[in-house]
Nanobody, 128 residues
Framework: EVQLVESGGGLVQVGESLRLSCTTS??????????VGWFRQAPGKEREGVSC????????YYGESVQGRAAMSRDNAKNTVYLQLNNLKPDDTAVYYC???????????????????WGQGTQVTVSS
């Protein structure tokens, strides 16, 4: 099973931005070979798909709640995936997980399913 490592979370104020990073400690795992996504989970709430990058054509998909405020990207030279979150809101407070996605990105984000492996997560807290 692939090991993913998320970082970049923190405590921010409403309207600020964060860039989350996802790397791997698994030798030979290449992000560019997979659909890779981010999902989040807040206490007492269901898992929510945030974004996904298609392995096929690198098209990004975003959940409705972050549409227009999020940008997901890969840096193949660093074998790292990023999620830029802008104009953060209190409702964005959650643990964010990077994951490999075993189904189509669009369906995964809409349905918040299809995650195969994920890391320990990184906490994002947005204070008003």
């Amino acid at each position: 099973e692939v090991q993913l490592v998320e970082s970049g979370g923190g405590l921010v104020q409403v309207g600020e931005s964060l860039r989350l990073s996802c790397t791997t400690s698994t030798a030979g795992f290449i992000f560019d070979d997979y659909n890779v996504g981010w999902f989040r989970q807040a206490p007492g709430k269901e898992r929510e798909g945030v974004s996904c990058l298609s392995e096929h054509d690198n098209s990004p998909y975003y959940g409705e709640s972050v549409q227009g405020r999020a940008a997901m990207s890969r840096d193949n030279a660093k074998n790292t995936v990023y999620l830029q979150l802008n104009n953060l809101k209190p409702d964005d407070t959650a643990v964010y997980y990077c994951a490999t996605v075993a189904i189509g990105c669009g369906y995964s984000v809409r349905s918040s399913i299809g995650y195969a492996s994920w890391g320990q997560g990184t906490q994002v807290t947005v204070s008003s």
